[in-house]
């Protein structure tokens, strides 16, 4: 582990000072070499499909698993669309001139060697690897176990064409060791490896964090909350409420509980239970709610409970404060929206609520890079340093100060 | 401790969101304050330091623990140059309008809680309250035991205006456990708890990454380097030779290692060896350089070594290549200078040395929060993400995405 470790660490001196355009005509390169592959990875893909099906692996699962000629074209073309990203090395963040005349200039730089752990869909293979190259990173992917041929496959055809550059091969690399053993191992190796981000369930996530010396920056859970106040347009709240819950219950930024001022709350329900209904939605709900909605009465646990399936749970409140005091509690710091008409109390909420993504009068459902128009993303981020919410190629950047003087020594 | 820390967690809220020009008023009545205990700090002060002497604590940590009237006028001023700060939250970081018309603002907030490990000198303990107040975090301050009743004099004079304004005391807060085993609990509480910046030796500082699961921002060593380049302006490169080794060994910017380029290695070192004569510096050179300044052969392990004393280490390299070899693989990513005249061969130094703060034709000693400007410092980072080298009072602050809309949901 640790040679190979260092071989990458290596690597990165080389690729951090390629020419933005010889960056950008390799990831090309790569786009096309994908495309040209397909069969390949498609047979090696079967056999990864063969093994999980033979294995118990569940449906959904599988639906990520499994490769075909339009996701394989998708994948080439999320290259190429990395590829015509705006440079995010040699920005200057900052610069001014200090008294004695230094000239200082912050400016971003590869962050080095960038380890990222996840799970299933071997699309994140290529997206990952591209969006690393692109910002100058080395990048050491360790992938789900079930995909483990179709994303040696995918991250071989990427090498070969770093080989034909005269590339060190080593600047796409798959970690060797793909156990849990190797997971810990690697999360300590802080001599080689500048940064971890893992993308996946909590038990994987707090086993990272717990082992890790390396910064680690959490792609955790989303336990998003919807709040109706007492002057909302119901015209807004409505439709927004079903996107929030139903329009993809299973990703983290969608809606686990909608909260309902109390002065509005039997207006509000009544309108909105035929459309949870049409959509099949699961209620739990507190004493009032459920006198409206009808369901089950919904537990402390519940309120702590991402589903990652249409269920809702619903609360009365008695106002503004209730609701703050509710998101503090249960939130987890990554989407809150508030549906409000009221200057005052949109801007108190966007102020006072303590999460990565603040919204007023839409839906929790944007917190995306691309929605955010970033244009391709690593992920969301659920840690508060470095990388916050939606983590674009930027957040793949640090940065160096260039100081420029003319014989100044320090008094 | 997690009751505490639970405390801690709850002032967050209220110090979050408080008007600017309020925290400000309590900073200088803070400073205000201290100056009034002058008396009360300085007899505490006396017994930690008779209790420092009779256990045979050494002098430079004695004269770092005692404190004298300027010292408590110098704490009081830090305050208030603190208050004068731009207030560091609200900043509108970026913003910009999506495809769908949500209006998004990415702003700087508070990070939340700060615990903040440091040794010896009690006047950290006043900066670091006043920094994490400035920017809206409550502090969880951990210092040296031998200053024990000098940190809780100055705190208890800070938290007694907290008080005096109905601010939760525990806003700025001491960790009450300070063994080693209360550091190891402290590191583990992330859901309390969200930025560890331990500042101090290595011992520390490894004990905090390997048992933290909070994100820890580093104050480590600084094994810099200055290069003397073949196109040298000689009366720029010496006087910043004795500068960077001699005007403060002891700091993390100052220089272990001379290299200096083979074509003019005998002319410069010739020049430079009666002003490290008459600084008294002790020599550890190559076989070239041994011959001009004489003094002990350096072995491997001296390159790899952070003195803090007035010795330096000095090799002849072969030109910019090997420069480059060398600082690579004994540098710190702390402050590496080049001393050259030519244009090229400054600014691929600048661009490829990985450190945070790379200089030309100056002192690696302005590798310092005052000296760039920022008016105060956290100290000098030595980690790569969130803040890296002088850590200023804006780095003490995370950002959240506000995004405005009118109904806008996902398609």
């Known amino acids: 582990m640790e040679a190979f470790l260092q071989k990458a660490k290596q690597a990165s001196r080389a690729i951090a000072t390629l020419l933005p355009q010889r960056r950008n005509e390799i990831l090309r390169a790569m786009a ?55 440079n995010p090395l040699g920005r200057i963040v900052d610069g001014w001139v200090v008294e004695n005349g230094l000239r200082i200039e912050k400016v971003s730089t590869p962050i080095g060697v960038v380890g990222i752990i996840y799970e299933s869909r071997p699309n994140v293979t290529s997206d990952t690897a591209a969006l690393c190259f692109k910002s100058g990173n080395v990048c050491v992917l360790k992938g789900g176990k079930e995909a483990k041929r179709s994303n ?36 300590k190796m802080d001599q080689y490896v500048d940064l971890i981000v893992p993308r996946g369930g909590n038990a994987l996530i707090s086993f990272v964090s717990e082992n890790a010396t390396i910064p680690v920056i959490k792609h955790d859970k989303g336990l998003c909350h919807l709040y109706i106040h007492e002057e909302a347009d119901f015209a807004k709240a409505l439709p927004i409420v079903i996107n929030a819950k139903t329009q993809r219950p299973s990703v983290c930024n969608a ?39 009808g369901g089950k009465r919904a537990s402390e646990e519940d309120f702590h409970t991402e589903y990652g399936e249409n269920i809702l749970n619903v609360r009365v409140v008695k106002g503004f404060e209730e609701a703050l005091e509710h998101i503090a509690i249960y939130g987890s710091q990554h989407s809150e929206s508030i549906i409000t008409q009221n200057h ?20 929790t459902r944007f917190t995306d890079g691309g929605e955010f128009g970033f244009g391709a993303e690593v992920g969301i ?22 100081i420029y003087g003319e014989g100044q020594i320090r008094k």
């Not at 990520?64 to 290259?79: E, V």
């Not at 329900?269 to 709900?285: A, D, H, M, V």
């Not at 005052?344 to 603040?358: G, P, Q, T």
């Not at 981020?381 to 260039?402: D, Q, V, W």
């Open 152 to 187: 040696e496959a995918i991250a071989s055809v990427m090498q070969a064409v770093l080989k034909a550059n005269n590339l060190p091969i080593e600047a796409i690399s798959l970690l060797p060791d793909a156990s849990r053993e190797g997971v810990a191992k690697l999360v």
């Open 32 to 86: 096309g070499a994908i495309r040209e592959s397909q069969e390949m990875i498609l047979n090696v893909n079967a056999l990864d499909l063969k093994e999980a099906q033979a294995s118990g692996l569940k449906g959904s699962m599988l639906e990520r698993l499994a490769l075909d000629g339009p996701k394989i074209a998708g994948m080439a073309r999320a290259i190429e669309e990395i590829a015509m990203l705006r």
């Open 381 to 402: 981020s659920t840690s508060k340093l470095h990388a916050r919410g939606p983590m674009g190629i930027n957040e793949l950047t640090t940065y160096k100060f260039k």
């Open 255 to 293: 809606i686990e509980t909608l909260l309902v001022d109390e002065t509005i709350h039997e207006r509000f329900l009544l309108e909105l239970r035929p459309l949870l209904e049409e959509k099949g939605t699961e209620i739990r709900g507190c004493e009032k709610s459920l006198k409206i909605l």
């Open 344 to 363: 005052s109390i949109a801007e108190r909420f966007l102020e006072e609520v303590d999460a990565s993504s603040v919204y007023v009068n839409a839906s």
